[in-house]
Nanobody, 126 residues
């Protein structure tokens, strides 16, 4: 049975950095697209970034561009989210998502992902 295991969340002060990791294993059809979503208290889940495994193409939510970087280690089926210059509004539970189909690079939307991690808390204090 496939699973996504996230790590790297925590608490930092504004301006700090964190790196999230998401390791995928056990998916017989493989992983072609990986992404990160987040959900803040009282808000809807929103897409943050995605990366296509074959092309390396990426997409970012506009308000994290220039601060967050998504990358991958294809050999390890692992995606990373490097988050720099964190702001209090980045506080949320961050979820890793993946799918066996290639990324739709034009949008970061939850219905495009069939596999989800349990989430990891990121808290940024001012």
């Amino acid at each position: 049975q496939g699973k996504l295991v996230e790590s790297g969340g925590g608490s930092v002060e504004a301006g700090g950095s964190l790196r999230l990791s998401c390791a995928a294993s056990g998916y017989p059809d493989g992983i072609a697209c990986m992404g990160w979503f987040r959900q803040a208290p009282g808000k809807q889940r929103e897409g943050v970034a995605l990366i296509d495994s074959a092309s390396g193409g990426t997409n970012y939510r506009w308000h994290v561009k220039g601060r967050f970087t998504i990358s991958q280690d294809k050999a390890q089926n692992t995606a990373y989210l490097q988050m720099n210059n964190l702001k209090p509004e980045d506080t949320a539970i961050y979820y890793c998502a993946a799918d066996h189909l290639a990324c739709r690079l034009s949008a970061i939307q939850a219905p495009d992902f069939n596999y989800w991690g349990q989430g990891t808390q990121v808290t940024v204090s001012s």
